[in-house]
């Protein structure tokens, strides 16, 4: 059973930056890919970012590329989410998931095992 926990979420002005934490348990966590959503009020999760883990390959929602970065720390069954230039549309619950089988993960339906969401609140 995999359990991910996430963290780093809270208040940042607009323009600011947060790094958002979510970390694995399980002594040999190896999943195939690892997912960023995130869910504003009255509104559908949404697909922020992935990283494949056996390359680390990344890719990005359009409306956060070149803002976001995703990043891991394997010894810690960690992985990251950088956010830089946050907006208050971006306020929203920041989920990350994984998903141990072959999926492009990009929908929330293609992952398995979910965190229990950081609130991230952008405003001035």
């Known amino acids: 059973q995999v359990q991910l926990v996430e963290s780093g979420g809270g208040l940042v002005q607009p323009g600011g930056s947060l790094r958002l934490s979510c970390a694995a348990s399980?002594?040999?966590?190896?999943?195939?890919?690892m997912g960023w959503f995130r869910q504003a009020p009255g509104k559908e999760r949404e697909f922020v970012a992935r990283?494949?883990?056996?390359?680390?390959?990344?890719y990005f929602a359009g409306s956060v590329r070149g803002r976001f970065t995703v990043s891991r720390d394997n010894a810690k069954n960690t992985v990251y989410l950088r956010m830089n230039n946050l907006q208050p549309n971006e306020t929203a619950v920041y989920y990350c998931?994984?998903?141990?089988?072959?999926?492009?993960?990009?929908?929330?339906?293609?992952?398995?095992?979910w965190g229990q969401g950081t609130q991230v609140t952008v405003s001035s």
């Open positions: 990283m494949r883990w056996s390359d680390g390959y990344t």
């Open positions: 399980g002594r040999t966590f190896r999943p195939y890919v």
């Open positions: 998931a994984a998903e141990m089988g072959a999926t492009y993960g990009l929908r929330p339906e293609d992952y398995t095992y």
